[in-house]
């Protein structure tokens, strides 16, 4: 098969080889490895092709020292080559041969001078492909090595001036920073993501901004609070929405793990509660109260008042899934600053945007809804009292409303405050007013969440 005239046999024989190997005498190991050497050089592309792939396997299965009389010699040739797309098949040898030269020892000394090579080569595609093995060489090199000597050639791909190279090389980065472990390191990476961060390609600044906060969470306080944030301000002022998503993903990450942050970030991040596109306004209200904890470390009380503004604003907004996670970030809000401040400060202002009785006849119904989304998930963190007080009145004049989809949201609310009231309040406001609805409505969804309600009343102690 491997001297066949068609090349039909010729790339059929190469996945046998590896297996064949280890298992014939030394002659016949001796013939494969000729044989397997002339196919590597055949003229039919499709069997050269077929040779590379299986070059790594055949390598690991011949052991340390017939690999550095043979198959090393063979990957270099493989470099030389003319074509980008055969040199490209060296990379992919070197990570499999890995599994043979697996200690840093073997690794400097057989493979790391390969991959020196392939990092200066001409080609992009190759260079692309290296940036993306790079990771899984610093793992066997170890620490001190993928600090000393893999990280720059790391940081030089960054720099590419091919976009293909630096998309590659930034979605690795935080794999590579993790195996390098340096300080030093990690400083100089930053320094090269402030140019990256406004680099020509959206998919460049897009991945930078996706790994700002695993950078930071590996960094110092110094470091993050100096260099990275410097790239993250610039990130969220980016043109492309995806960017000042994944910004702030990165900031909401990081925001646990510091007690304070400089007031010029939290004045930044105000703007993007009215950002354009509402993934982006989804992902601020997701963070608000990382951003709020942040704001209290740093004693800024103005940033504080703007963010509830904000997301009591984000109540009225137009695409559903932001009202609700406004609801979500409001309850946290609660949770965060304390239930008093919540009847006192938030709910006051909130209810008056979504009250039935604030609004004329014609209002949108849909402000009442989301004002019933906001009692249920606030009333988690208010007492019996406080829910009676502020909620009920609200739950009650709700299941009267007169558009159908309120009264259903009414009945799911009263189900969720039930639970939370004393019996007395449970008996004497909420059953009268569920047993109301019962009577003269129609829809079979209202009935049926009103007379779940019923139900858990009943069941109360």
Same mark, same amino acid.
């Given at each position: ?31 494969i490895v000729k044989w397997f050497s002339s196919l590597c050089k055949d003229e039919n592309p499709m069997v050269k092709k077929a040779a590379l792939v ?151 600044? *897009?991945?930078? &901004?996706? +790994?700002?906060? $695993? /950078? =930071?969470?590996? %960094?110092?306080?110094? @470091? ?100 609700e996670e406004a609801c979500v970030q409001l309850a946290a809000l609660v949770k965060l600053k304390g239930n008093t401040w919540g009847v006192k400060k938030?709910?006051?202002? *909130?209810?008056? &945007?979504? +009250?039935?009785? $604030? /609004? =004329?006849?014609? %209002?949108?119904?849909? @402000? ?94």
């Amino acid at each position: 098969m491997a001297t066949a005239e068609w090349f039909q046999p010729r790339v059929s024989v190469c996945p046998l080889f590896p297996k064949a190997y280890p298992k014939v005498g030394e002659q016949s190991q001796e013939k494969i490895v000729k044989w397997f050497s002339s196919l590597c050089k055949d003229e039919n592309p499709m069997v050269k092709k077929a040779a590379l792939v299986n070059m790594g396997k055949l390598s690991n299965s011949m052991g340390k020292k017939k690999i550095g009389e043979t198959m090393l010699v063979k990957l270099k040739d493989v470099c030389e080559e003319d074509s980008d797309l055969v040199r490209l098949f060296a990379v992919d040898i070197c990570k499999e041969m890995l599994e043979t030269f697996n200690d840093t020892k073997e690794f400097t000394s057989n493979l790391w001078p390969i991959i020196k090579q392939l990092s200066e080569d001409s080609s992009w595609r190759v260079r692309k492909e290296l940036a993306t093995s790079l990771p899984k060489f610093a793992k066997t090199a170890g620490q001190a090595m993928a600090a000393k000597e893999i990280l720059p050639i790391f940081v030089a791909l960054l720099q590419d001036r091919e976009s293909e190279v630096k998309i590659a090389a930034t979605a690795n980065l935080v794999k590579l920073c993790e195996e390098c472990k340096s300080k030093e390191g990690l400083v100089q990476v930053v320094h090269v993501l402030r140019d990256l961060i406004e680099d020509a390609s959206q998919v460049v600044r *897009a991945s930078v &901004s996706k +790994s700002l906060g $695993d /950078l =930071a969470i590996m %960094s110092d306080g110094k @470091t993050t609070e100096g260099l990275i944030f410097d790239v993250m301000k610039l990130a969220v002022k980016d043109e492309d929405s995806v960017v000042r998503c994944n910004t702030l993903e990165s900031i909401q990450r990081i925001a646990g793990n510091l007690k304070s942050a400089p007031a010029t970030l939290l004045q930044v991040l105000q703007p993007f509660a009215s950002d354009p596109k509402w993934r982006v306004r989804r992902e601020y209200l997701k963070a608000s109260t990382a951003f709020a904890a942040i704001a209290a470390g740093s004693d800024n009380d103005g940033y504080d008042s703007k963010l509830t503004s904000n997301l009591i604003e984000c109540l009225s907004d137009h695409i559903s899934s932001i009202r609700e996670e406004a609801c979500v970030q409001l309850a946290a809000l609660v949770k965060l600053k304390g239930n008093t401040w919540g009847v006192k400060k938030l709910l006051p202002e *909130a209810l008056k &945007s979504v +009250s039935q009785t $604030d /609004l =004329a006849e014609q %209002s949108n119904y849909i @402000t009442r809804m989301t004002g019933l989304i906001l009692l249920e998930n606030v009333s988690q963190h208010l007492s019996a009292q406080q829910i009676t007080e502020h909620v009920c009145p609200f739950v009650e004049q709700c299941l009267k409303d007169g558009v159908e989809n309120v009264r259903f949201k009414a009945a799911r609310a009263a189900a969720t405050i039930i639970p939370l009231l004393s019996k007395k309040v449970v008996r004497e406001r909420i059953v009268p007013a569920l047993e109301a609805v019962q009577k003269g409505e129609q829809d079979t969804d209202i009935l049926f969440f009103s007379e779940q309600a019923l139900h858990i009343a009943s069941q109360k102690k």
